[in-house]
């Protein structure tokens, strides 16, 4: 099946620890995404990137990295300088030249 | 699209009967736009899209209106079903860049059996 795959669906962390979001895709998108979602709000963007080694900061990067060394994956650590961490991750993909977005099923964050 | 805090806007709907859910957006050089439904706990689902050249678009069971002239998309759902329950909410994007997509906080639509 080809897909968006997202690990895990949930995750626990205390605070001060550094934590990575997986996220993986097999539709070989060229360009991926990390957004957050909060209650009531619309998705608001972390980090893209559009090819391999090569990514770009979001409207809110702040206390979070990513990498991109291979083309179907695009994993996103949430270091301990990002203040208000608890959300729900979600990370999509587009296929160059195309305008749609398909998103993976998210990953909840708590900080505990 | 409009900020509205933390409660989303709630429509409920009796089943059978169509929903019809409003976005207004904020940019008058998008060009392209989709409707979106979010399950509870769950990603995103593509519904329809519509580009600016046109003013409406069908798909099944599903209608896209737009009107560029007072910047509002609206989305039409038909005979409206329980498993439509959801949060739909709009997205714009520009010509000049695939990467930066506006997303507007959702519609929370309830069909009551």
């Known amino acids: 099946d080809g897909g968006i795959t997202q690990s895990p669906k949930y995750l626990f962390r205390k605070e001060g620890q550094n934590v990575t979001l997986s996220c993986e895709q097999n539709?070989?998108?060229?360009?991926m995404y990390w957004y957050r979602q909060d209650p009531g709000q619309g998705l608001r963007l972390i980090y893209y990137?559009?090819?391999?080694?090569?990514?770009q900061k979001g409207d809110i990067a702040e206390g979070y990295s990513v990498s991109r060394e291979k083309k179907e994956s695009f994993p996103l650590t949430v270091t301990s300088a990002q203040k208000n961490p608890t959300a729900f991750y979600l990370c999509?993909?587009?296929?160059?030249?195309?305008?749609?977005?398909?998103f993976g099923p998210g990953t909840r964050l708590t900080v505990l | 699209g409009e900020s509205v805090g933390l409660h989303l806007p709630t429509l409920s709907v009796q089943e059978g009967d169509n929903s019809i859910i409003n976005c207004a957006y904020s940019?008058?050089?998008?060009?392209?736009f989709i409707w979106y439904k979010q399950e509870s706990g769950k990603g995103p689902q593509f519904i329809i899209d519509?580009?600016?050249?046109?003013d409406k678009r069908q798909g099944q069971r599903v209608t896209v209106l737009l009107n560029k002239t007072v910047k509002h998309l609206s989305l039409q759902i038909a005979a409206t079903q329980p498993g439509d329950s959801a949060v739909y909410f709009c997205?714009?994007?520009?010509?000049?860049?695939?990467?930066?997509?506006?997303f507007g906080p959702g519609t929370s639509l309830s069909v009551i059996p």
């Open positions: 999509a993909s587009r296929l160059a030249g195309a305008d749609e977005q398909f």
């Open positions: 539709l070989n998108h060229d360009a």
């Open positions: 990137s559009q090819i391999v080694n090569d990514f």
């Open positions: 940019n008058s050089a998008s060009d392209y």
């Open positions: 519509i580009r600016s050249n046109m």
């Open positions: 997205a714009e994007k520009a010509e000049t860049s695939y990467d930066k997509v506006i």
